[in-house]
């Protein structure tokens, strides 16, 4: 019997101090004291203002992904009246967890403690914050947990230090970094969110019904998008995979470092959008029947034709309703939705019966997923 | 499913889907992975060539059977065969520039999804008021406006090609950025109307999956 499941509670770890734009190249570190040649333009077409890192001006550690986690999941625990001994299922997301193995989920619990209990790593892009919230959705909805709760975290900066590209054949003889690697530098940064869901709603503050969380994937259409494991060339032949050259050699072919492709980002975005119209038009999403958009993706980065599109077609969820914390914040990949999610919730905006559409692309390998809220 | 936003709507659909099944056509995979050679690019050429030079032949049929009642959507269709009728002689001069012969290109057979594609549209083309080929011309004007520059770049990119051997595909790009607006204009002198709506759809549908099976076949 399909029971309806509240988010009871919403938290997050941002590390140290907000770092200006300015200032993010000398901190995650210059590749041979150069400044980047894409930088500014990746700057500008990001939106990004300030962001957080868990290293430190000098490229030391003060956090670590999975404790970045475990502390957004005890502040959405707290959040929620509750606290770690209530908790019966952790799913968690990542883009890179701190160990290649075991799963990101033991680590975060190792170091939330509480009990023993169920867990579940998702290891995706910016898309397993969705695939987590999923699990737990579903672990509540089938009455296999009371309490369980889904978080995300990234530490993205410690893949941009400069030993991650120099002397690898990402970086040309002058120096210059390729742009497929270059980017990201200047897009992710670090930090966790968490949301706690429960089979009941609170009856003390505002809590939202999960009405549906949808994860579509692309990637039998298309190649990877972003990526690390692989060098450019070799990117659709596993068998030439960083594990096989071996960590050494695949360090020295630039198969270690994230990369993204830039021409096929576009055709992914448009990819993006097809999915969310079909959803228009079996009527899965109403755009006049939501009142709040939280896109992991800012609007302004949206080209104009996009836009123009998405408002010709009736889809077009009007600017004045999406909520965004992106260019304060930064792009912290997977935990973002949830970033996003407890600024929103935390600034009073959100009245009883409003619908709120979390909507979280992924570049990866062309994913995106939905997620309809609303307010009980 | 009746008026013009919903009809729009339901075309991106299908024109997403089709470019992800172009993603997945050898002859595409091969650009996109860099592994495109001079003989798939003029394979290329050859395969568009069919096509382009049937576009403006089926678009003149269309109108000569749209009724007068739709008078301004003939002159549209027909002033649209007019500026694309001579295109197919931009793509052979194209094959040339890249060192093929003209007869080469010029004598060429359609391959199979060619055929088939050329065949569907002028059926469709010699219907009364064929206003369904507005789902078809959404495909092959949205190929012009959204693939052709991205294709053109990434084979020049790869084949170091001079610019007299790119511009079919980077002059289309140029050309067609208005064509929403354009498009949207003509589907509201056939919508609102479920059936029509309906029926551009389908023919969309068909369309990209016969235009798809002819870039399949290239070099297949």
């Given at each position: 019997m399909a029971r309806d499941v509240f988010i009871t509670g919403c938290g997050i770890r941002l590390p140290g101090q907000p770092i200006p734009s300015e200032a993010m190249e000398d901190h995650i570190g210059r590749i041979h004291g150069k400044p980047s040649l894409l930088g500014r333009r990746a700057l500008r077409w990001n939106g990004i203002e300030t962001r957080h890192y868990?290293?430190?001006?000098?490229?030391?550690?003060?956090?670590?992904n999975a404790g970045m986690s475990a502390k957004a999941t005890e502040a959405a625990l707290e959040d929620a009246g509750l606290g770690v001994r209530d908790l019966e299922f952790l799913a968690t997301a990542t883009t890179?967890?701190?160990?290649?193995?075991?799963?990101h989920a033991t680590a975060v619990h190792g170091a939330l403690g509480g009990r023993s209990m169920e867990i579940a790593s998702f290891q995706s892009v910016c898309g397993s914050s969705l695939m987590a919230a999923k699990a737990a959705w579903l672990n509540v909805l089938a009455g296999q947990a009371k309490v369980a709760a889904a978080c995300a975290g990234e530490f993205s900066s410690r893949w941009f230090r400069p030993s991650f590209y120099e002397?690898?054949?990402?970086?040309?003889?002058?120096?210059r970094i390729r742009a497929e690697a270059d980017f990201l530098r200047f897009t992710l940064s670090d930090g966790a969110g968490a949301i706690v869901m429960e089979d009941k709603p609170r009856n003390d503050a505002l809590s939202l019904k999960v009405d549906f969380i949808d994860i579509v994937s692309l990637a039998d259409k298309f190649d990877p998008c972003m990526w690390a494991g692989a060098s450019v060339e070799n990117r659709t032949d596993l068998q030439k995979g960083w594990a096989f050259a071996g960590p050494v050699a695949a360090h020295a072919q630039g198969a270690v470092a994230l990369l993204q492709d830039f021409d096929l980002l576009k055709r992914v975005i448009r990819a993006w959008v097809g999915v969310y119209l079909e959803k228009v038009d079996v009527k899965r999403i109403v755009p006049d029947a939501v009142d709040w958009l939280l896109c992991h993706y800012s609007a302004k980065s949206l080209r104009e034709e996009i836009v123009s599109l998405l408002e010709k077609t009736g889809a077009m969820i009007p600017q004045q309703k999406w909520f965004s914390n992106l260019p304060r914040v930064g792009n912290i990949g997977a935990a973002s939705i949830w970033v996003m999610l407890d600024e929103f919730l935390k600034s009073g905006r959100l009245q009883r019966g409003q619908k709120v559409l979390c909507v979280v692309p992924e570049s990866g390998r062309a994913l995106v997923g939905f997620m309809m809220l609303e307010a009980v | 499913m009746h008026d013009v936003a919903d009809v729009l709507r339901r075309l991106t659909v299908v024109f997403t889907d089709f470019e992800g099944r172009l993603e997945q056509t050898p002859l595409i995979r091969k650009l996109n992975r860099g592994r495109f050679e001079m003989d798939d690019y003029r394979a290329f050429l050859i395969g568009l060539r069919q096509q382009v030079k049937d576009g403006a032949l089926w678009m003149s049929r269309a109108a000569s059977n749209i009724?007068?009642?739709r008078l301004e959507l003939r002159s549209k269709l027909m002033r649209h065969a007019v500026t694309e009728h001579r295109d197919f002689r931009l793509l052979e001069a194209d094959y040339v520039a890249t060192g093929g012969m003209l007869a080469d290109i010029t004598s060429a057979e359609k391959n199979i999804g060619s055929e088939a594609l050329s065949a569907w549209m002028f059926n469709e083309a010699?219907?009364?008021?064929?206003?369904?080929?507005l789902g078809a011309m959404w495909i092959i004007e949205g190929l012009g406006s959204i693939k052709a520059q991205e294709w053109g770049r990434l084979a020049q990119q790869r084949l170091?090609?001079?610019d007299t051997a790119v511009r079919f595909l980077l002059y289309h790009g140029e050309n067609d950025s208005q064509h929403i607006g354009e498009f949207q204009e003509m589907l509201g002198l056939v919508l609102p109307g479920e059936a029509t709506a309906k029926r551009i759809v389908r023919t969309a549908e068909v369309t990209a999956r016969l235009y798809a099976l002819q870039i399949e076949e290239i070099g297949a």
């Open positions: 868990a290293l430190d001006s000098a490229g030391r550690p003060f956090e670590t890179q967890g701190d160990y290649l193995v075991p799963g002397g690898t054949a990402l970086v040309d003889a002058k120096g | 009724g007068e009642d010699s219907k009364p008021d064929p206003f369904g080929l170091s090609l001079p």
